[in-house]
């Protein structure tokens, strides 16, 4: 695959895996438009992703970043960088086993607890109990949709952002 192809590029993986991060580094390489769904939702609604959660519910939630997931989906030349329960849905785990520029920015519970942090006051890690039985008990739910959905695994537990957005240009060429 050339780096000039105009299919999108996928960044999937648990809250605080990088997404966002490394798809911004991404299109300053790519000449790409950056997509965060997460605050492109924030954006068009007006409330925060957890002010959403707590007015509406989860699931209302997921049917706003399934529904703008698709319509992103059918575009070209992006970097979309995915909340981390994108995979909840079959519709775009369809969408994403389907992509060939997947990538599952991977990293273990114990590592994902050290990037996280409250004052992002992530809806699914609120209460005052402990971070990490909260975060394995996400990661062991999803872990295998994003390995199904992904065509290519980093684990990003040992690389600089710079190698991180090295390896993923080297799978795209």
Same mark, same amino acid.
């Given at each position: 695959?050339?780096?000039n192809?105009?299919?999108?590029?996928?960044?999937?993986?648990?809250?605080?895996?990088? $997404?966002?991060?490394?798809?911004?580094?991404?299109?300053?390489?790519?000449?790409?438009?950056?997509?965060?769904?997460? #605050?492109?939702?924030?954006?068009?609604?007006?409330?925060?992703?957890?002010?959403?959660? #707590?007015?509406?519910?989860?699931s209302?939630f997921?049917?706003?970043?399934?529904?703008?997931?698709?319509?992103?989906?059918?575009?070209?030349?992006?970097? %979309?960088?995915?909340?981390?329960?994108?995979?909840?849905?079959?519709?775009?785990? #369809?969408?994403?086993?389907?992509?060939?520029?997947?990538?599952?920015?991977?990293?273990?519970?114990?590592?994902?607890?050290?990037?996280?942090?409250?004052?992002?006051?992530?809806?699914?890690?609120?209460?005052?109990?402990?971070?990490?039985?909260?975060?394995?008990? %996400?990661?062991n739910?999803?872990?295998?949709?994003?390995?199904?959905?992904?065509?290519?695994?980093?684990?990003?537990?040992?690389?600089?952002?710079?190698?991180?957005?090295? $390896?993923?240009?080297?799978?795209?060429?």
């Open positions: 695959m050339n780096k192809t105009h299919e999108n590029i996928y960044l999937i993986g648990m809250m605080g895996s990088g $997404k966002s991060t490394i798809g911004r580094l991404l299109c300053k390489e790519l000449n790409r438009t950056f997509i965060d769904t997460d #605050d492109k939702i924030e954006e068009f609604m007006g409330f925060t992703i957890k002010e959403i959660f #707590d007015s509406m519910g989860e209302r997921r049917e706003m970043e399934e529904s703008y997931f698709i319509e992103k989906s059918k575009q070209s030349n992006l970097i %979309i960088s995915t909340g981390g329960g994108i995979i909840l849905s079959q519709k775009n785990r #369809d969408i994403l086993q389907k992509g060939t520029n997947v990538f599952y920015l991977k990293a273990d519970p114990q590592f994902l607890i050290t990037r996280l942090n409250k004052r992002y006051k992530r809806p699914l890690l609120a209460g005052d109990e402990p971070l990490l039985p909260k975060v394995e008990t %996400i990661y739910s999803r872990n295998q949709f994003y390995e199904n959905s992904a065509n290519h695994i980093i684990n990003i537990e040992t690389l600089s952002k710079s190698e991180k957005v090295d $390896k993923i240009l080297n799978c795209l060429i």
